[in-house]
């Protein structure tokens, strides 16, 4: 097997995503951002989560699929039909004309667009159509025919730029004297299909990170295609070859192109590469600047790499949770944010809230660096900022004291009567007004805005869901786990409502005969 020589850590800055294609009598195609154990139908990964939308949606409107939330068959008949179905963009299954037969058929169809392109698919409808108009099934052909149309019009943009045979990679790299970047062009049946950007930052070494980033690169990937294109070789390129072609199962064929579209890809692939490391470049820049200027601004020793800042929610029955998030480089750092419920707190107390969650992730901190790990809460913050004035900023700067933490730079976030951020406090009560620095002005109130809207995400979350399971544990025989399952497997309670018995009896913990009495229940309550 081939081992990659060095280590590097592959991350781009996308999640993956997917097309999901529902397992159910009436089968519904949607974009989705993870995939689920639902026994659904997944296509996929998508590493752009804008092509995954696009494709998805240009698969509805060339087969006029629903977009729309309504449950079929359960809402076939009932009410009118949605705005897209009367300007012909979707088949209306709502009105009760389309067979369950000719939607799957649609559906397949738009499977094998987004699979295959639109290869055969026009002969196949432009068949079918005939076929209907021989036995006189007048609204087939038109609906077959206005597919035909409807997929003429999604791929007329969609130009082939490679034989539509050919399955390939192109990857290029570029690099400046502190960074390196890889760029990867995904093509399937001619088309672009994805494209990913990978910069490795503190990276001088281009042939180390080229030697690296194919093996672990193509080695880690669920899809390895016949062709990889590449602007350069790397040393052990036959090794990896014949590594890619076990894994795949036949032969790949990794190589430079000299001329001819190929060569023409893997120009793009670098130009991608080179434009990217100036996006950061100049990205970096800006956000460096900032950062002088709030240590400038605040008297630190050095521009705060780690800034956490912190905001308590207090919640209607009395409890409450703090929210804390992270801005690393003058950037979110989302995959750091936390949330703390109190555990010490009775009632509302913002003061003793703030205390009890430092004095908490001081814990953490001495913990988690004993145990030698690195990251998360073991990393040190350059930065502390609490929402709120002088009395947050005390009670914050009390409860760290003889912490490791106890050093860490404290301020707090202060806003005017029309709720705009004002200036920075210190634990003295000096206020540093912002609106003569542009710059850090328009930093700390991003982070105050986010800050803020974290902490109150959780807490809307949780009271819709309390409202929503309410409602639902008003059914004899539903408490709240099962309410949570309900909500778990529909989304809302008006799906519950719109269920049929057998659609409810599928949802883990409720059988036919409760699925009868929430059925029943809802029923009733209409009436």
């Given amino acids: 097997a081939h081992t990659p020589k060095y280590n590097i850590l592959l991350k781009d800055d996308k999640g993956y995503s997917y097309i999901k294609v529902t397992k159910e009598e009436w089968p519904r195609l949607t974009f989705v951002l993870q995939k689920e154990e639902d026994g659904a139908e997944y296509i996929g990964p998508y590493t752009s989560s804008f092509a995954a939308r696009e494709m998805a949606e240009s698969a509805q409107d060339a087969f006029l699929l629903p977009r729309c939330s309504r449950r079929f068959p359960q809402d076939i008949g009932r009410g009118r039909p949605c705005l897209n179905a009367h300007i012909g963009k979707c088949m209306g299954v709502c009105s009760g004309r389309i067979s369950c037969e000719e939607y799957n058929r649609a ?69 400046t004297p502190d960074s390196v970047c890889a760029a990867v062009l995904r093509y399937r049946h001619g088309r672009l299909t994805d494209k990913r950007e990978f910069v490795f930052h503190d990276r001088a070494d281009l042939e180390g990170v080229r030697e690296e980033f194919l093996a672990r690169y ?31 199962g036949s032969e790949v064929q990794l190589y430079v192109p000299q001329r001819g579209d190929k060569a023409r890809l893997v120009d793009m692939a670098h130009t991608n590469a080179v434009e990217r490391l100036a996006r950061e470049r100049g990205r970096t820049a800006r956000e460096q600047k900032l950062l002088d200027e709030l240590a400038q601004v605040l008297g630190l020793a050095a521009a705060p790499r780690r800034i956490e800042s912190y905001d308590i929610s207090n919640w209607g029955d009395g409890t409450s949770v703090c929210g804390m998030v992270v801005f690393r480089d003058g950037k979110p750092s989302r995959a750091d ?13 913002d003061y003793a809230s703030l205390a009890e969650t430092v004095t908490r992730r001081a814990g953490e901190y001495a913990a988690r660096t004993a145990a030698g790990e ?9 930065l502390l900022l609490m929402d709120g004035g002088r009395g947050q900023v005390n009670a914050a700067k009390a409860a760290l004291a003889g912490t490791l933490l106890a050093d860490v730079p404290l301020y707090g976030m202060v806003k005017d009567n029309r709720h705009r951020t004002r200036a920075i406090v210190d634990s003295d009560g000096g206020e540093i007004a912002l609106s003569m620095h542009r710059g850090t002005f328009t930093f700390i109130t991003a982070v105050q805005d986010e800050t803020h809207r974290f902490a109150n995400a959780y807490r809307k979350q949780q009271m819709r869901q309390k409202s929503y399971s309410s409602t639902l544990t008003r059914v004899p025989g539903v408490g709240e786990k099962l309410a949570k399952a309900l909500m778990a497997r529909f989304g809302s309670v008006a799906a519950v409502r719109a269920a ?27 009436g």
């Fill in 374 to 382: 690195t990251g998360g809460f073991a990393e040190k913050p350059d």
């Fill in 500 to 526: 049929d018995p057998d659609a409810l009896a599928q949802t883990p913990g409720v059988g036919p005969k409760l699925a009868q009495t929430i059925y029943a229940w809802f029923r009733q309550e209409e």
């Fill in 337 to 349: 944010y936390r949330r703390f419920k109190m555990k010490t707190v009775a009632g509302t107390d």
């Fill in 107 to 175: 559906v397949k169809g738009a499977i094998h667009l987004i699979r295959y392109g639109k290869k055969d698919i026009i002969k196949t409808l432009t068949k079918r159509m005939e076929e209907a108009s021989e036995r006189l099934e007048f609204e087939t052909a038109a609906l077959l025919r206005d597919q035909i149309a409807a997929i003429t019009k999604v791929t007329e943009g969609q130009k082939v730029v490679v034989d539509e045979s050919l399955e390939m990679d192109v990857v290029a790299l570029a690099g």
């Fill in 218 to 248: 193509y080695l880690d990937d669920e899809e390895i295609p016949r062709i990889v294109a590449v602007d350069e070789l790397p040393p052990d390129a036959d090794a990896l070859q014949r590594a890619l072609g076990e894994k795949r």
